[in-house]
Protein backbone atom coordinates (compact mmCIF):
# COMPACT_ATOMS: atom_id res chain seq x y z
CA UNK A 1 0.00 0.00 0.00
CA UNK A 2 2.87 2.18 0.71
CA UNK A 3 4.46 1.70 -3.07
CA UNK A 4 1.23 3.11 -4.19
CA UNK A 5 1.63 6.31 -2.64
CA UNK A 6 4.98 6.62 -3.19
CA UNK A 7 4.51 6.03 -7.06
CA UNK A 8 1.60 8.64 -7.41
CA UNK A 9 3.63 11.24 -5.43
CA UNK A 10 6.66 10.51 -8.23
CA UNK A 11 4.21 10.78 -11.32
CA UNK A 12 3.18 13.99 -9.61
CA UNK A 13 6.40 15.33 -9.25
CA UNK A 14 7.44 14.69 -12.94
CA UNK A 15 3.90 16.24 -14.20
CA UNK A 16 5.16 19.43 -12.23
CA UNK A 17 8.10 19.64 -13.48
CA UNK A 18 7.30 18.93 -16.98
CA UNK A 19 4.70 21.93 -16.34
CA UNK A 20 7.56 23.66 -15.33
CA UNK A 21 8.93 23.24 -18.77
CA UNK A 22 6.54 24.72 -20.36
CA UNK A 23 5.11 27.03 -17.79
CA UNK A 24 9.00 28.29 -17.32
CA UNK A 25 9.85 29.70 -21.24
CA UNK A 26 6.61 31.35 -21.48
CA UNK A 27 5.98 33.23 -18.41
CA UNK A 28 9.45 34.30 -18.09
CA UNK A 29 12.43 32.82 -20.01
CA UNK A 30 11.40 34.80 -23.18
CA UNK A 31 10.76 37.95 -22.02
CA UNK A 32 14.03 37.84 -20.17
CA UNK A 33 15.76 37.28 -22.82
CA UNK A 34 14.00 39.60 -25.09
CA UNK A 35 14.96 42.16 -22.06
CA UNK A 36 18.53 41.35 -21.52
CA UNK A 37 19.54 41.28 -25.51
CA UNK A 38 17.50 44.90 -25.97
CA UNK A 39 20.17 46.08 -22.62
CA UNK A 40 22.88 44.01 -23.98
CA UNK A 41 22.61 45.92 -27.27
CA UNK A 42 21.85 49.68 -25.37
CA UNK A 43 25.55 48.71 -23.36
CA UNK A 44 27.04 48.07 -26.87
CA UNK A 45 26.81 51.46 -27.43
CA UNK A 46 30.02 52.58 -25.99
CA UNK A 47 33.02 50.74 -25.77
CA UNK A 48 33.08 51.10 -22.00
CA UNK A 49 29.95 49.07 -21.70
CA UNK A 50 30.90 45.85 -23.46
CA UNK A 51 31.54 43.93 -20.50
CA UNK A 52 28.63 44.77 -19.33
CA UNK A 53 26.59 43.87 -22.51
CA UNK A 54 28.95 40.42 -22.36
CA UNK A 55 27.17 40.12 -18.61
CA UNK A 56 23.38 40.67 -20.20
CA UNK A 57 24.68 38.02 -22.99
CA UNK A 58 25.20 35.02 -20.81
CA UNK A 59 22.40 36.28 -19.09
CA UNK A 60 20.43 35.52 -21.94
CA UNK A 61 22.22 32.58 -22.29
CA UNK A 62 20.88 31.14 -18.78
CA UNK A 63 17.72 32.89 -18.84
CA UNK A 64 15.63 31.09 -21.50
CA UNK A 65 16.54 27.35 -20.51
CA UNK A 66 17.93 27.17 -17.53
CA UNK A 67 17.34 23.77 -16.92
CA UNK A 68 20.37 21.55 -16.65
CA UNK A 69 22.92 24.48 -16.05
CA UNK A 70 24.09 25.97 -12.96
CA UNK A 71 26.38 28.39 -11.60
CA UNK A 72 29.91 28.30 -10.49
CA UNK A 73 31.71 30.58 -8.45
CA UNK A 74 34.98 31.05 -10.52
CA UNK A 75 38.53 30.56 -8.47
CA UNK A 76 41.08 33.70 -7.87
CA UNK A 77 38.29 36.19 -7.98
CA UNK A 78 40.25 39.52 -8.20
CA UNK A 79 39.28 43.10 -7.14
CA UNK A 80 38.99 44.24 -10.17
CA UNK A 81 35.92 41.58 -10.39
CA UNK A 82 34.53 43.16 -7.35
CA UNK A 83 34.55 46.71 -8.73
CA UNK A 84 32.92 45.44 -11.96
CA UNK A 85 30.38 43.73 -9.73
CA UNK A 86 29.39 46.77 -7.51
CA UNK A 87 29.52 48.95 -11.00
CA UNK A 88 27.38 46.51 -12.42
CA UNK A 89 24.68 46.45 -9.36
CA UNK A 90 24.56 50.11 -9.45
CA UNK A 91 23.73 50.84 -13.04
CA UNK A 92 21.60 47.65 -13.65
CA UNK A 93 20.01 47.40 -9.99
CA UNK A 94 16.48 48.83 -11.07
CA UNK A 95 15.60 46.70 -14.32
CA UNK A 96 16.74 43.63 -12.38
CA UNK A 97 14.61 44.16 -9.70
CA UNK A 98 11.67 44.91 -12.00
CA UNK A 99 12.30 41.77 -13.72
CA UNK A 100 12.83 39.16 -11.13
CA UNK A 101 9.51 40.19 -9.03
CA UNK A 102 7.37 40.39 -12.59
CA UNK A 103 8.28 37.21 -13.13
CA UNK A 104 8.55 35.32 -10.09
CA UNK A 105 5.21 36.68 -8.92
CA UNK A 106 4.59 35.27 -12.40
CA UNK A 107 6.10 31.93 -11.68
CA UNK A 108 5.18 31.62 -8.25
CA UNK A 109 1.71 30.17 -8.34
CA UNK A 110 2.62 27.79 -11.16
CA UNK A 111 3.77 23.91 -10.51
CA UNK A 112 7.02 22.71 -10.24
CA UNK A 113 10.35 24.39 -9.81
CA UNK A 114 10.29 27.10 -12.36
CA UNK A 115 10.86 29.56 -9.77
CA UNK A 116 13.72 27.95 -8.38
CA UNK A 117 14.93 28.13 -12.05
CA UNK A 118 14.01 31.90 -12.07
CA UNK A 119 16.06 32.01 -9.12
CA UNK A 120 19.04 30.23 -10.37
CA UNK A 121 18.78 33.11 -13.09
CA UNK A 122 19.19 36.08 -10.98
CA UNK A 123 21.06 34.95 -8.50
CA UNK A 124 23.81 34.75 -11.85
CA UNK A 125 22.63 38.09 -12.87
CA UNK A 126 23.04 40.14 -9.39
CA UNK A 127 26.54 39.56 -9.57
CA UNK A 128 27.69 38.36 -12.38
CA UNK A 129 31.37 38.51 -12.87
CA UNK A 130 33.37 36.38 -11.25
CA UNK A 131 30.40 33.09 -11.77
CA UNK A 132 30.30 30.93 -14.87
CA UNK A 133 27.53 29.09 -16.26
CA UNK A 134 27.98 24.74 -17.08
CA UNK A 135 26.03 21.86 -17.45
CA UNK A 136 24.88 19.80 -14.83
Request: glycine residues 6%; charged residues 15%.
Amino acid sequence: MGGENTNATDTMKALNNGLSRVAYPILAGMWITIFSIIFAVCWCVSLIGIPFAYAWIKITYLSFWPFGKKVEKKENNSTIVTVLNVLWLILNFIPLVVLFVLFWAALAFTPGDGDKQLNKVFSYAFWPFGKRIVKE
